[in-house]
C-alpha cells in the first residue's frame, strides 16, 4: 500500500498566539518518505510534507500576510490547495485553473491574507487521485 501526500492537514488561524508573523516565511517540502502506522506492521511509503504525516499544522493570527514557500522534492508537479480560506484566486493552488504546477524541484510561494479565523486544511491538487490519496 502507497499512501501518498497527507491529505487532512490543518491550517489554524486563530486570534493569538501567532506562530507565523506577516513577515515570515514557512516551508513546506512534499517529499517521499515512510511512515509508521500503528495498524500496520511494516512502516509504509508515503509522499509527505516535510517528513510528517499529516504535513505541519500552521498556526496564523487572522489579519496577517502567511507567506507558504513550497519546495517540491517529489518526482512530478505539485500544487497546494487551501480549503475553506478567502484568499486571491491566484493563491487556490487549482492547476491550470488559477497556477501552473510547481516542477520537481522547483518552488512557489503562496502568500495567503487571513481573513477568517477557524480551521481549514491544504492538501495536493494536481494528480488528486495519487498525491491526495
Known sequence: MLIRLAAVILL???????AARPSESI???????????SFFEQP????????????PTIRA????????????RLEE?????WHGLRIDNAMDGVP????????????????LKLIDSG???YHPHWNAGEQLE
Open 12 to 18: 489554524m488561524a486563530s486570534s493569538s498566539n501567532a
Open 44 to 55: 509504509t511509503p508515503v509522499w509527505n510534507y516535510n517528513g510528517q504525516v499529516p504535513g
Open 119 to 121: 480551521t481549514f486544511w
Open 27 to 37: 516551508q513546506l517540502i512534499p517529499q517521499e518518505g515512510v511512515h509508521s502506522f
Open 61 to 72: 493570527t487572522v489579519g496577517t500576510t502567511v507567506e507558504v514557500e513550497v519546495i517540491n
Open 96 to 111: 491550470g485553473v488559477t497556477q501552473d504546477p510547481i516542477p520537481p524541484g522547483g518552488r512557489f510561494t503562496y502568500r
Open 77 to 81: 508537479p505539485t500544487t497546494v490547495h
